[in-house]
């Protein structure tokens, strides 16, 4: 079993950055694509951003484009998301993901493409 611990949430201006970071551990073996998704108070899980494997595909929402960056270390099992120019709309718990495939496929965003999820992580942009 995989298992996913995301870190790095936090209060942050408008404008202001943070970056997420998500741990795996457990029984680590194959490829894992990785996701990012969040999900704010009375709205539906939403896809973030996805990497492949090993690093040289992501995938990202139209909403956080040019903003936000998703990156992983494979040496250390983990995966980043880094997020700049923050917006009060980016206000969600933050969720990583994992499922094993080598790359994102076409309904990356979907929440029912993961296998693996983490506990979640709280950013809130506000002033």
């Known amino acids: 079993q995989l298992q996913l611990v995301e870190s790095g949430g936090g209060l942050v201006q408008p404008g202001g950055s943070l970056r997420l970071s998500c741990a795996a551990s457990?029984?680590?073996?194959?490829?894992?694509?990785r996701g990012w998704f969040r999900q704010a108070p009375g709205k539906e899980r939403e896809g973030v951003s996805c990497?492949?494997?090993?690093?040289?595909?992501?995938k990202y929402a139209e909403s956080v484009k040019g903003r936000f960056t998703i990156s992983r270390d494979n040496a250390n099992n983990t995966v980043y998301l880094q997020m700049n120019s923050l917006k009060p709309e980016d206000t969600a718990v933050y969720y990583c993901?994992?499922?094993?495939?080598?790359?994102?496929?076409?309904?990356?965003?979907?929440?029912?493409?993961?296998?693996?999820w983490g506990q979640g992580t709280q950013v809130t942009v506000s002033s």
């Open positions: 993901a994992a499922v094993q495939s080598s790359g994102c496929g076409s309904s990356w965003y979907r929440t029912t493409e993961y296998d693996y």
């Open positions: 457990g029984f680590i073996l194959g490829y894992y694509a």
């Open positions: 990497i492949s494997s090993s690093g040289s595909s992501t």
